[in-house]
């Protein structure tokens, strides 16, 4: 367990993993009564690796997610209630009901969109890092980088090839992070990626350096991209990718019946694999915070959840006029 | 005014452009041209001499060489306008759209929308485009009809090598993402340019580059010059066009077109794309939408036909628009009674 994280960094750290979990177990529930419309697909099980990249960066720093994106959102400093109420639809929402659950962004934040793209979003980050290697360095010589998340499906794209060599090549600070959670959609990687559940060698092959670590582990999240920033920021180094062995506790979309798990797969990842259940055991433990502390997170964390629906489902909804809008600053 | 070719008008409002703003940012393919080869950076410095020099003026950080890689740059020019920056990406020829389509159409495209007006992607993608160098299918073809179709996108096709300088300037100023369509057959074109740092055509107002009561003449691009030589051949037989250059055709000045058809009361389209679902038959729709009463005949359309862009020279002049078809389009327009 890393012992550079003081008890302030800890406890954040848990609340945001537990504000991403409970903000998917509940739209898992939501999602049922038919009142969100369109395709949602949960982050559940994968919340080490959003927190435990996202808490290294500051807001100059920009990160590019997914079609599962919520967790990224969320652990980038997106705003839970917009973000409910984006999906809900309302005008109120974070993108006032235009992109709902994939497209969920907050360019002032650095976070520059989920997308409903597999792959799409490797190049874009790639212009984000020339964009932070032109600004050039800080007082400290550390450049801002630029964050790609990738599932195992994505490094299949050729977008996501192509977005690597550019980065190599113009050793732009950009970081592909891939989390490996098994599946490309309903398929699993035994048959969809060549290199089977080894991505990072086809990073390594373009010419970066790599690394791995179990993205059920919070702290070893955490060690390693602490590593990967200390290198990624030198001006000269160029990119970098990681890849994190995670799992994927709901289907690729809600509806998904599952048909392609194992028996009581579900039950032992969620049993043996939960990142969370893990964090909570090793700073228990280590008399790092208690369960008091612990338990006093999660029940606050459901209240802001609690409120978060409660205002989606009061928030003004959009008009047919809305439709027009903001396809153009001036046409 | 400078006399220039429509190559060079492009390199130097660019050029300008990345003096003035720090943000403008060039990338593409051999938008350098000879790196990592024994001649050198600049060995080649654009293969339509439209970067030449911006590398020693602006370094690599500014002028970024890409490998041959169409979905990054596009994805990249986004990425980087999403960051702030002004970027002006060249896609080689306007053919290799199809392999950065997603970047174009599902990602910069749509920004703004999907984040609720929330963003800016002042991205500029120029594209080299167009017939007439026997290039054959995948090196000639126009894509004006798809990006036009695209809601987000600006699309901008300069006739003369003033348009060029005026219409890329906005273009790079403009904060929405803009499709800038170089007709490659135009590069050697020489007119006299604006030497104003601050030169601008507003995008959404056409030009009238030729002026005649009996028939309207709509063109874009390369079709403009075509247009303007069947007009004057017209005029030596007392047939006066309007000859209406777009400029843009995301926005469409709508009302150029109409208030000419209101006049002339017939109106010629042409189009070097095929035939269907076009730029042809969107102004043809327009007009007999909102212009019906005043058309004295059937609108004619002089396009490329259903067919991919052939190769050989005797093909390829007989697959484009060219001003004796115009010509034929006119006088049968005006032979209907």
Known sequence: MSMQLNREALTRAYRQMKLIREFEERLHEEIQTGEIAGFTHLYCGQEAVAVGVCEHLTPRDKIVSTHRGHGHCLAKGCDVEGMMKEIWGSQDGLCNGKGGSMHIADVEKGMLGANGIVGAGAPIAVGAALSAKIDGPDAEGKLGVAITFSGDGACNQGTTFEAM?????????????????????????????????????????????VWRADGTDFFAVHDCMREVLEYVRVPGNGPAAVEFDTERFFGHFEGDPQRYRGEGEIERIRTTRDCIRKFRGSVTEAGLLSDADLDDIDTATLDTIEAAVKASRAAPRPGAANVLENVYINY | MAKLMYRDAIRNTIFQEMQRDPRVVVLGEDVVGGMGTAGGPEAIGGIWSTSTGLYDAFGP????????????????????????????????????????????????????????????????????????????????????????????????????????????????????????????????????VSDDPEFCIPFGHARLARAGLDATIVAAGMMVGYAEAA???????????????????????????????????RLVVVDEAPPRCSLATDIAALVASKAFASLKAPTEMVTAPHTPVPFARELESAYLPSPAKIVAAVRQTLSYR
């Open chain 1, 165 to 209: 060599n550019l980065a190599v090549v113009t050793k732009a600070p950009a970081i592909f992070v891939f989390e490996n959670n098994h599946y490309s959609e309903h398929t699993g990687n035994a048959y969809a990626v060549g290199t089977r559940d080894d991505i990072a060698s086809r990073a390594e092959a373009f010419g970066m350096k």
């Open chain 2, 61 to 192: 950080d500014r002028v970024i060489d890409t490998p041959i890689s169409e979905s990054a740059i596009v994805g990249a020019a986004g990425g980087l306008a999403l960051a702030g920056k002004r970027p002006v990406a060249e896609i080689m020829f306007a053919d290799f759209i199809g392999v950065c389509m997603d970047q174009l159409w599902n990602q910069i495209a749509k920004f703004r929308y999907m984040f609720g007006g929330k963003s800016i992607c002042p991205a500029v993608i120029r594209m080299p485009c167009g017939a007439g160098y026997n290039a054959a299918a995948q090196h000639s073809q126009v894509i004006h009809q798809f990006v036009t179709n695209m809601p987000g996108l600006k699309v901008v096709m300069p006739s003369t090598p003033e348009d060029a300088c005026g219409l890329l300037r906005q273009a790079i100023r403009d904060d929405d993402p803009v499709i800038f369509l170089e007709h490659k057959f135009l590069y050697g074109m020489s007119g006299e």
């Open chain 2, 231 to 265: 007009a004057d051949e017209l005029a030596r037989d007392g047939i006066g066009c309007d000859v209406i250059d777009l400029r843009t055709t995301s926005p469409l000045d709508e009302e150029a077109i109409l208030d000419s058809v209101e006049v002339t009361g």
